[in-house]
């Protein structure tokens, strides 16, 4: 079976991967795939930068605004339900671009999603979210959980070891994926050619981007949308809240930080996490493709290339 040509615009927080995503809608009849862990979730649009409204009504959309911030999805959800959206937009003779920076839901979209301890934000701040669980719930709360997702496992951990408990359960968690069914399944090769492509800033370009964008959202009512979100009744300890951006503002409506320093602590964090991003891409994706000219010219490099590939 020939494989399907997947394009991905990929890179860290802040690149510009929105931007080029649509100006190939000018070209090609694309529909956008967001491989982006956050902006899936509703009611988190400025902390999430997520596209506006004039944006989405520019192509179609995939995988925004499609959970609440207290419903679970994880990379091997992502997996699935992304597979299933490809193969309906490829049927309606449309290109999908897959656009994001979340780099374990686009490995998981075109490696197939095994086991793998390989560290990642979501995977840390869920593993953190456990911790707090067994210190407000003890061992054996978190021990029946994993019993009811993974029994195969529960059984093997009957001693009821904290440590082994929060690691199957938080590959559950982040994949959808028993850990004891991750451990002996045999690796599926996917029908992707996968095609990466990010825009190359030089380090300070984009960190004066990130920043930049920081007070951006913050004068664009980062802080309403906080509140707002605390005021619905989610909690401050969603893995959705305790990320960067949302929890700096938790803490300056906590009076733990000034405005001033609110607005640092999320340019310094967001670089930091842009920083992670671009090491990771660089170590799982070495065949991307880094592009540095101007939009223009990016976009075209692009269009010509997917062209080439689609015989079209």
């Known amino acids: 079976m020939n494989k399907i040509e997947l394009l991905i615009i990929a890179g860290p927080t802040a690149s510009g991967k929105t931007e080029l995503a649509l100006a190939l809608t000018d070209y090609l009849p694309v529909e956008i795939i967001s491989a982006d862990s956050r902006q899936i979730y509703r009611f988190m649009d400025i902390g999430t930068a997520k596209p506006t409204e004039d944006e989405l009504k520019r192509a179609p959309h995939h995988f925004i605004n499609i ?4 419903e679970y999805y994880s990379a091997g959800m992502f997996e699935r ?3 299933n959206a490809i193969q309906d937009i490829i049927s309606r003779g449309k290109i999908p671009v897959v656009v ?5 839901y686009i490995k998981a979209l075109c490696e197939g999603f095994f086991h793998d301890d390989t560290p990642s934000d979501e995977l840390l701040a869920i593993r953190e979210q456990l911790e707090q669980e067994l210190a407000e719930k ?9 019993s009811a997702v993974d029994p195969v496992s529960a059984q093997k951990y009957s001693d009821m070891n904290p440590r082994r408990i929060i690691r199957a359960l938080s590959h559950y968690r982040l994949t959808g994926i028993p850990f004891s069914v991750s451990h002996h399944s ?26 930049l964008r920081t007070v951006q959202m913050w004068n664009n009512g980062l802080l309403k949308e906080t509140v707002q979100l605390l005021e619905m009744g989610y909690s401050e ?3 959705a809240l305790n990320t960067v951006g949302y929890k700096e503002t938790i803490q300056f409506i906590k009076g733990q930080l000034s405005e001033k320093d609110t607005i640092s602590k999320i340019q310094q964090n967001t670089r930091h996490y842009a920083k992670r991003q671009l090491t990771w891409f660089r170590n799982q994706c070495p065949e991307i493709i880094w592009l540095n000219k101007n939009l223009t010219e990016n976009t075209k490099f692009i269009v010509d290339f997917v062209k080439k590939k689609y015989l079209i």
Do not use: H, M
């Open 67 to 70: 959970k609440n911030p207290d």
């Open 100 to 104: 994001g920076g979340s780099g374990l």
């Open 81 to 83: 339900d992304a597979d």
């Open 186 to 211: 045999q690796f599926v090769e996917k029908n992707y050619n996968c095609c990466y492509f990010a825009i190359d800033n030089p380090r300070i370009v984009l960190y004066e981007k990130i920043n």
């Open 138 to 146: 003890g061992r054996l709360a978190i021990y029946q959980e994993l």
């Open 237 to 239: 300890n969603l893995n």
